[in-house]
């Protein structure tokens, strides 16, 4: 079996739209959350989110391709460029067709799908844009990035809710480690700060009027966020042999369903992932330093999780920091692992465990060192970044400093 290791990573986010930007605001605890601004927030009760704010298309794309990009394959786009082009590998012409696509996605184009329905329902159109389905599909983020970039592999979009992007980087990992490819341009995307998606997850009941403060006592529950993270994967010995960096190394992926509730979460199947992941990575629960937490900011989710770290790590649980950084990005939901994943690379590469941002006071069912609100000048060897979804799909990746 192959090492896979990690040798390109882009990132757009409400925290910067490149990985450096996004790393220092990591490091600094900085928070994406601000007011609603990119739609017109009458008739929302939740006014508060975590943007890209400033993202000007026309900065990234000629204006005749738009009408085939919606807002989450944008961000694709973008965070795929800057990935590929750290990797340095050349697809077209190259390596092109024994590389894989794949890329995680809980709702795939709800900025398209609003604005059709608004025309259709509100203003009386009699008809959709010609492009509107190529557009809105889900899978049209990763069409894109093998268009753009020349990759014939495998490709193919995960959506599995909020563990759509752990899931792809799983399965992206398999395809590496087993030799049916030889990379793989994997992540998330998301964009869904649209009137309908946010009236959807008000009907929850889960959102948060003011912030996210996972873990913390008077938490209120969670603030969508939107954007992408991108990752190249390749064999270990395909990076050493063209003197790639190789940032990170991955070492485990595990993956487990509830089977139980649509919305609940459970501490079993968390547990369960968990357990599985570092089975897989072939590592014991004391080789583990951080973990990047799915942390939502719910009343349930974050005791659960907390409750399935304890489960899986025992005595160690008190020796892990443990962060969620949906308290500065937001929740991406389909992109979420994939960002979370790059946060914990970013805190390799940085030396520093990011903070959980927002955090006030102390909950006795979430007893953990949650690293508030300030990110911690530590070397550590060894991250998981969780992701449990709705549906009871759970998804954890294992990634070691290269």
């Known amino acids: 079996m192959n090492r896979v290791v990690v040798t390109g990573m882009g990132v757009c986010s409400a925290l910067g739209k490149n990985v450096a930007d996004f790393s220092a605001a990591l490091k600094a605890g900085a928070s994406g959350i601000t007011p609603i601004s990119i739609i017109p927030s009458e008739g929302l009760i939740t006014k508060i989110g975590a943007q890209v704010l400033d993202f000007d298309p026309l900065t990234y794309f000629a204006e005749n391709k738009l009408p085939l990009y919606d807002r989450c394959t944008q961000f694709a786009l973008v965070a795929a460029r800057e990935a590929v082009a750290q990797s340095g590998l050349k697809f077209r012409g190259g390596i092109g067709p024994q590389t894989a696509a794949v890329i995680g996605s809980g709702v795939g184009g709800q900025t398209t799908q609003d604005e059709s329905y608004r025309r259709l329902f509100v203003e009386g159109a009699r008809r959709c844009h010609p492009l509107t389905i190529p557009k809105l599909m889900i899978n049209a983020p990763c069409s894109h990035i093998t268009m753009e970039h020349g990759i014939t592999g495998p490709s193919f979009v995960v959506a599995s809710a909020c563990s759509s992007a752990n899931h792809a980087i799983g399965v992206a990992f398999s395809m590496v480690q087993s030799g049916a490819v030889e990379a793989c341009v994997t992540g998330g995307t998301e964009a869904v700060f649209t009137f309908g998606t946010i ?4 009907a929850l009941r889960v959102m948060a009027p003011d912030t996210c403060r996972p873990f913390s006592k008077d938490r209120r529950g969670m603030v969508l966020g939107e954007g992408a993270a991108i990752m190249v994967l390749e064999t270990r010995d395909h990076a050493l042999a063209r003197g790639a960096d190789i940032l990170a190394e991955i070492i485990g992926f595990g993956s487990t369903s509830d089977a139980g509730d649509i919305v609940l979460p459970s501490a079993e199947g968390a547990g369960g992932a968990i357990a599985a992941c570092l089975k897989n990575a072939g590592i014991a629960p004391e080789d583990v330093d951080y973990v990047n937490a799915h942390g939502t900011g719910t009343a349930a989710n974050d005791a659960t999780e907390t409750k399935a770290i304890h489960a899986v790590f025992g005595a160690h649980a008190k020796n892990l920091a443990v962060s969620s950084t949906k308290s500065m990005h937001g929740h991406t939901l389909g992109a979420a692992g994939a960002m ?26 979430c007893d953990l060192d949650y690293v508030p609100n300030e990110s911690r000048n530590k070397a550590f060897n060894v991250g998981i970044s969780n992701s449990f ?13 290269a």
């Open 340 to 365: 979370e994943l790059a946060a914990t690379i970013a805190g390799l590469r940085g030396n520093f465990i990011p903070p959980t941002a927002n955090y006030n006071e102390a909950d006795p069912a």
């Open 199 to 202: 009236k959807g997850w008000e």
């Open 389 to 401: 979804a709705f549906g009871g799909h759970n998804a954890v990746v294992a990634v070691r400093r």
